[in-house]
């Protein structure tokens, strides 16, 4: 995509952004975001803009490419939790995601999704879908979650299962991306590009089940060499899949993105989220790293203030070896 064209889409991937992650949350949520805008640009505060929250690791599924698998027992106490939604609040973080594992195994979570919401957070919530039906969805709903992202590995459903370790789960992530949509969820389904998937066109087969299943958009993430892929020396994503994916995907089909609906657009390339000091990630236990791929804690929210350590993080990364966002992505 050239600068010329992606100004005439640069509107509709603004409405897109603000679509996801701020209109369902209020009024609230613009005056937050106005304010960390005045803070980041104007005061040089360095608070990420969103806080990641893995609030357990149980999962119901054995997914090939887990980055969590070897965690399984760890989770967020309920009150810590909800303490750290009310320091994060009070630290000007804008958006609260709920992931794991799988989130909607934990026993707190419409509490601490009603907690953030009301405290103006925009909130998202990662899922396989397997729990996530009518009820659940109306549920979530009320409480004032913002996004949910659905994990939707293949267009088909065999596929799907085999690579979640779980029969049934495509036919649940499905019918989860309606529900959303039924009950006017804003709904993101999360996938994956390698270059097998684009050379064979089963990425874009996903593309377009999502559209067709009410999905407002798709995350397509790319690999990292963590979890299950740890110490895997074949590169997944090469640099010219890479310039296929944002030169032609992305231009055929506006409402994909990869870190972010803005700036992967607006450059035609991967841009790290944590890396630019918008996003950290937290550990059940309190460690917080600068994402999920990260050996290295910055420090324990459990044990210390948050607002102190969100302040003093800086977009440094200790996961480079392993990410597939290096060389000419930086």
């Known amino acids: ?80 939790l909800l303490d750290i939604i009310r320091q994060a609040a009070g630290a000007g973080v804008v958006k609260l995601g709920l992931t794991g594992g799988e989130p909607l195994l934990y026993a707190g979570l419409e509490e601490a999704v009603a907690l953030a919401a009301s405290r103006g957070m925009s909130v998202s919530l990662d899922t396989n879908g397997l729990l996530l039906d009518a009820p659940r969805a109306a549920v979530l709903k009320a409480a004032g979650i913002t996004i949910i992202n659905v994990s939707l590995d293949s267009a088909e459903a065999r596929a799907h299962d085999r690579l979640r370790a779980s029969p049934g789960c495509f036919d649940r992530a499905a019918a989860a991306v309606r529900h959303c949509a039924a009950a006017g969820i804003p709904c993101v389904v999360s ?45 997944l994503m090469s640099p010219a899949n890479k310039a296929r994916f944002f030169g032609d995907l992305m231009a055929r089909y506006p409402f994909v993105y990869s870190e972010s609906p803005l700036f992967d657009f607006m450059s035609g390339r991967v841009e790290c989220s944590m890396r630019k000091g918008l996003s950290v990630y937290m550990k059940p236990d309190g460690d917080l790293l600068g994402c999920y791929a990260s050996p290295k804690p910055l420090g324990n929210a459990l044990k210390e203030p948050l607002p102190g350590l969100l302040k003093k993080f800086s977009g440094c990364c200790a996961a480079l070896p392993a990410c597939n966002l290096t060389g000419e992505e930086l």
């Not at 599924?61 to 070897?70: E, G, Q």
């Not at 999905?215 to 060499?225: G, S």
């Open 191 to 235: 996938t994956y590009a390698t270059d097998r998937r684009i050379a064979n066109g089963s990425l874009e087969e996903v593309i377009k089940l999502s559209s067709a299943l009410g999905a407002d958009a798709v995350r397509v993430m790319f690999p990292v060499h963590s979890g299950k892929l740890a110490g895997r020396s074949r590169e």
């Open 1 to 80: 995509m050239n600068a010329a064209a992606n100004l005439l889409r640069l509107p509709g991937r603004l409405l897109l952004l603000e679509k996801l992650f701020v209109r369902r949350a209020g009024l609230k949520a613009y005056v937050r975001l106005a304010r960390y805008a005045f803070r980041k640009t104007v005061l040089g505060d360095r608070t990420p803009l969103a806080l990641m929250v893995a609030v357990t690791y149980r999962c119901q599924c054995r997914c090939v490419h887990c980055s969590a698998d070897d965690l399984r027992a760890a989770e967020m106490p309920a009150e810590a």
